[in-house]
């Protein structure tokens, strides 16, 4: 199994209060992204990092930022959480070549 | 993006049987890969499969690149093969991110 940890993996928390995910990885891979799973969507990337302090927007990024300060650290923020952004939220790393891939095991996050 | 249609949705099988998932892709895309999910909501990986055939037990993939679609075949299914198959691939430009497709939904009954 590729070495991705996701902290944490269940959080509820109330509309409006910040919130922060973390993704660590051990494989040093180049590329860390994070995607949102909500039914009837598969996945979606909201951001992705391309290398320490190199990060870019995906496809529903409104409402979250991101930080790579190390290699091995991605971290996902919602500055002020919706009821909207009650999902399940994967963080995923690739390398350089091949660009296969993996995934961690999920955060399930709910905002009330 | 990227637009990924996946079909069945959902699929139903008796142990034993075989079944075909179908992946379309609306264009060209490069390392595109197959994922179960599980019931507890892991993303495990199948295959990587940019193009041609491989194969991994009872299970095979084959990638159509020119055509723009991917085939995952299920032989002899089992009850733990249920879950949701997802593929996904990149684009040849832009971000180096995956498209997914909303997925395949497959219970097998014993």
């Known amino acids: 199994d590729a070495g991705i940890t996701q902290s944490p993996r269940h959080k509820v928390t109330e509309t409006g209060t910040p919130v922060t995910l973390r993704c660590h990885q051990t494989e040093n891979h180049r590329y860390m992204y994070w995607y949102r799973q909500d039914p009837g969507h598969g996945l979606r990337l909201i951001h992705y990092?391309?290398?320490?302090?190199?990060?870019d927007k995906g496809e529903v990024s409104d409402g979250y930022s991101v930080s790579r300060s190390k290699t091995e650290d991605f971290l996902l923020t919602l500055e002020s959480a919706t009821s909207s952004q009650t999902s399940v939220y994967f963080c995923?790393?690739?390398?350089?070549?091949?660009?296969?891939?993996?995934f961690g095991q999920g955060t399930r996050l709910t905002v009330v | 993006g990227i637009q990924v249609e996946q079909s069945p949705p959902d699929l139903i099988l008796q142990e034993g049987a075989n079944s075909t998932l179908r992946c379309n892709f609306s264009d060209s895309v490069n390392n595109l890969q197959w994922f179960h999910q599980n019931p507890w909501g892991q993303l495990i990986n199948l295959f990587y499969?940019?193009?041609g055939t491989k194969q991994n037990g009872r299970l095979s993939a084959t990638t159509v690149a020119t055509e723009r679609y991917s085939l995952l075949y299920i032989s002899s299914s089992q009850t733990t093969d249920s879950g949701v198959y997802f593929c996904a691939g990149k684009g040849q430009t832009g971000a180096n991110n995956l498209f997914f497709g909303t997925g395949t939904r497959l219970t097998v009954i014993p």
């Open positions: 499969i940019p193009s």
């Open positions: 995923a790393i690739s390398g350089q070549e091949p660009t296969e891939a993996f």
């Open positions: 990092s391309y290398g320490v302090k190199d990060t």
